[in-house]
């Protein structure tokens, strides 16, 4: 019913930047809050950045005044603008979406797949 795609991964050195982007689509009524969340191998997904259809924001402290999370909600699709990047931020990146899908009353939780940042040192 929902798809999250994200896109905008790739490998960056330190100090280097990237913007990673998610576009949902599908039957979607109306999208909530959207965020970033980060997960590096053997550990969990972790939060880093959160914004409601307002535009009202959250950070991690790891990533407070490096990342910008931004969205437009006439494209359903959330951006993260990662600046001054570091080695500790190499992990997959998933895009989430509280989505209230056509004919539903509630919303609900959407996950993209997930795009990879790798340190290119």
């Known amino acids: 019913q929902v798809q999250l795609v994200e896109s905008g991964g790739g490998l960056v050195q330190p100090g280097g930047s990237l913007r990673l982007s998610c576009a949902a689509s599908?039957?979607?009524?109306?999208?909530?809050?959207m965020g970033w969340y980060r997960q590096t191998p053997g550990n969990e997904r972790e939060f880093a950045a959160a914004?409601?259809?307002?535009?009202?924001?959250n950070y991690a402290d790891s990533v407070k005044g490096r990342f910008t999370i931004s969205r437009d909600n006439a494209k359903n699709t959330v951006y993260l603008q990662m600046n001054s990047l570091k080695p500790e931020d190499t992990a997959v990146y998933y895009c989430?979406?509280?989505?209230?899908?056509?004919?539903?009353?509630?919303?609900?939780?959407?996950w993209g797949q997930g795009t990879k940042v790798t340190d290119s040192t």
């Open positions: 914004i409601t259809r307002i535009g009202s924001t």
């Open positions: 599908g039957s979607i009524s109306s999208i909530d809050a």
């Open positions: 989430k979406a509280d989505v209230l899908v056509s004919n539903s009353t509630h919303y609900m939780y959407y």
